[in-house]
């Protein structure tokens, strides 16, 4: 849905445009552990429809604290046409 705002209406500093669309999904996400307390975490979503795409990469590395608690150190990559 499109709708003037700002500058296109002749008014305000700031001019926006919404576009909303359902887009098909794929998505993978997996893990590989090392030990019982470090692990290495993957996850790559992937969307499209026509001529617009979407891709999302994730990986990174976990260390388990406790059963409840980690923390960890990701690298996550984008891109949208």
């Keep these: 849905m499109n709708q003037p ?22 998505s993978v ?3 590989y552990s090392f030990t019982e307390k470090v692990s290495l975490p993957i996850k790559t ?6 001529n617009d795409n979407y891709l999302y990469a994730e990986v990174g590395i976990n260390y388990k604290l406790n059963p409840a608690w980690d923390i960890g150190l ?8």
């Design 29 to 31: 996400r997996g893990r």
């Design 45 to 50: 979503q992937y969307q499209w429809w026509d």
């Design 5 to 26: 705002r700002d500058n296109d209406t002749g008014g305000g500093k700031y001019a926006t445009e919404d576009h909303w669309r359902a887009m098909p999904n794929l």
């Design 74 to 81: 990701m690298y996550g990559y984008s891109d949208t046409t």
